[in-house]
């Protein structure tokens, strides 16, 4: 490890493993994590909208960044409520991809990722940049894909 980044910095001087265990991150300042931990701290007011059981409750649990605790939210579908920005993120990234097959052209399955489907979303009603927060979430339905004979 200290071999390629010694390499990475195009130097001859011995690096010790602790500097390369205590070396920022690759990227990012102690001051950009700071700017982001703070950005995701600020409360953000949105309907959350719960796509795969809709009328229900949502539970989970949240641990944004190191050195703050896990907080749980419960979260009802429909509800409109203020949340910290990061939280209000991670729930428009909650999904699966819905996998699928198809036959190529020799006639054998292939596997395919078919879409991406959301789970819930929360819906921003206070003014953001679409390009931070994200576009309108789309949402798919799985469908059976059938039975593959081999």
């Known amino acids: 490890m200290a071999e390629q980044i010694r390499k990475s910095l195009n130097t001859d001087k011995e690096i010790k493993a602790e500097e390369v ?3 920022p991150a690759i990227g990012k300042s102690k001051k950009n994590w700071e700017l982001e931990r703070q950005r995701d701290a600020k409360l953000v007011r949105g ?3 719960y796509h795969e059981s809709p009328g229900s409750e949502f539970f989970f649990s949240v641990h944004l ?3 703050d605790p896990v907080t749980d939210y419960t979260l009802k579908d429909g509800e409109v409520r203020q949340l910290p920005y990061g939280v209000a993120k991670h729930l428009n990234n909650i999904g699966y991809p ?3 097959y198809e036959l190529d052209a020799e006639g054998k399955n292939q596997m395919k990722i078919g879409k991406f489907t959301k789970r819930c979303s929360f819906v921003p009603l206070d003014f ?3 390009d931070d927060f994200g576009s309108a979430p789309r949402l798919y339905t799985a469908e059976p894909v059938g039975v593959i004979k081999l």
């Open 47 to 49: 309907r959350f909208e």
């Open 65 to 67: 960044h190191e050195g």
């Open 128 to 130: 953001m940049p679409e």
């Open 21 to 23: 265990t205590n070396a």
């Open 98 to 100: 819905v996998h699928a």
